[in-house]
């Protein structure tokens, strides 16, 4: 068992992967010679080469195509999209393609494809590079999405989003890549797509987020501790495990929603639609939102203002409970 940082722990999943599995491929720009931008896959080109890991040129969507036809050809490609902001150039292949062949084929072709793509702000990138669009990609039938908080999730949830059937679209929060460690097991193991986490259990407050919110969350936790908050790191926004948000908002009677995506029309809103329809007698105050603006992210002078924080966090947790 090795201690590994997140980005570490993708490139040795990714290399744990291809090792088992020579259908398994992985494709995008730079991922080969350079080690990919954030240098995920350093070392891969060298192991496994140029026909396994294959540098492209600058094209999302070729990138995205040609990783269909890959899947429908008995493969199990792995795609790097450089960060969230260029999936956009590829969402048609995403939504109209991807995501529907196997409707489209009335089940006889399944597209199991990986997206991989670093998510989220905190460090200080341009604009295109520090975007939470993850609301606009649950939205597609057919195409699951995962966020992983930890190395040792990630390294689960990645062997399971490689494995699988359907397309996934598997988001890194680049914020957490190298701020945290944890140990990771060398042996197979999967972390099941679509099983949220609790990571903290209470009976005051729920707090569901995911992403490198996680930590913030915990942070706003820890300076509330008389509060007895039970937290949850979903995992998977697509789909979403439903019973076990539904179960805790049903024993604590109130939620917080955190996520770094523009309020209007995010995921929180649908989670918050979720709870009013199964737990609506449960609660004993309205569900609460901390979430960022709905603007573009700014420059990394604002960031810090943009992003929610602790204290935005343990301020809406006050709130819930003084209703």
Not at 107 to 134: F, K, Y
Request: charged share 20%; hydrophobic share 45%.
């Amino acid at each position: 068992m090795a201690i590994l940082t997140f980005v570490q722990t993708i490139g040795s999943t990714l290399a744990f992967a291809m090792e088992h599995d020579q259908t398994v491929v992985v494709l995008g720009e730079d991922v080969g010679r350079s080690g990919g931008v954030f240098r995920a896959t350093t070392g891969l080109w060298e192991r496994f080469g140029p026909e396994r890991v294959i540098d492209t040129p600058l094209t999302e969507s070729g990138i995205v195509g040609v990783a269909i036809g890959m899947a429908l050809n008995g493969l199990r490609p792995v795609a790097e999209i450089q960060f969230e902001g260029f999936l956009l150039p590829a969402l048609d292949q995403l939504a109209s393609h991807a995501a529907r062949y196997h409707t489209r084929s009335r089940g006889q072709w399944s597209v199991p494809l990986v997206i991989r793509c670093p998510w989220g702000g905190g460090i200080h990138a341009p604009e295109h590079h520090s975007d939470s669009p993850e609301a606009l990609f649950a939205h597609i039938p057919g195409l699951k999405v995962v966020l992983p908080s930890t190395p040792y999730d990630a390294k689960g949830l990645l062997l399971a989003a490689i494995r699988d059937p359907d397309p996934v679209l598997f988001f890194e929060p680049k914020r957490l890549y190298r701020a945290v460690r944890q140990e990771v097991p060398d042996a197979d193991y999967e972390v099941p797509i679509g099983t949220a986490r609790v990571l903290r259990a209470g009976t005051d407050v729920t707090v569901i987020t995911w992403g490198a919110l996680v930590r913030d969350c915990e942070a706003a936790l820890d300076q509330r501790p008389a509060v007895s908050a039970e937290l949850i790191d979903l995992r998977t926004l697509a789909p979403i495990d439903v019973e076990t948000i539904v179960a805790s908002v049903a024993k604590t009677g109130r939620a917080v929603i955190v996520h770094e995506a523009p309020r209007s029309g995010g995921l929180g809103a649908e989670l918050a639609a979720t709870i009013q329809e199964h737990a609506l007698l449960h609660l004993k105050a309205p569900v609460a939102r901390v979430t960022g603006p709905d603007a573009i992210m700014p420059l990394y002078k604002l960031e810090k203002a943009y992003l929610p924080d602790a204290a935005r966090i343990a301020h809406a947790v006050d709130e819930a409970l003084a209703f």
